[in-house]
């Protein structure tokens, strides 16, 4: 009979461990789009020291749009369409809002500049 309590305490310590992990952290990096794959996106950006390139894994609830702006009477607006990753150009400026997961950088969602 112990031994069944000792699993069951030790189950419940290892779930209560794992619903302890860190919270999510939202991140954001600014650089420009480099390597476009069907499942990840590469990122070339700048840290305080070095140049940086990071892998972004993307999801079917990673968002893209394109940021633009359109006269209405005497004022500039500013617009952001929805676009599809595959629309996005080599060395377009971006910016990303991703969180970690295992390891991963998943890419939320990125706005690019429109060309």
Known sequence: M????TAVFITAL???TLQAEE???????????????KETLVVHHKTEK??????FKLTGTSRF????????GDKIVLVQKDIDA???????PISVIYAT???DH???TAVVQAE
């Open 23 to 37: 919270p999510l952290k939202l991140q954001t990096v600014q650089g420009i789009v480099g390597k476009m794959e």
């Open 101 to 103: 997961n295992g390891g």
């Open 50 to 55: 070095t140049d940086k390139v990071t892998t």
């Open 14 to 16: 290892m779930v209560a």
């Open 106 to 108: 998943v890419l939320l």
């Open 65 to 72: 749009s394109a940021l633009s702006t359109r006269k209405t």
């Open 2 to 5: 112990s031994r069944a309590l």
């Open 86 to 92: 595959k629309a996005l150009a080599d060395k377009q």
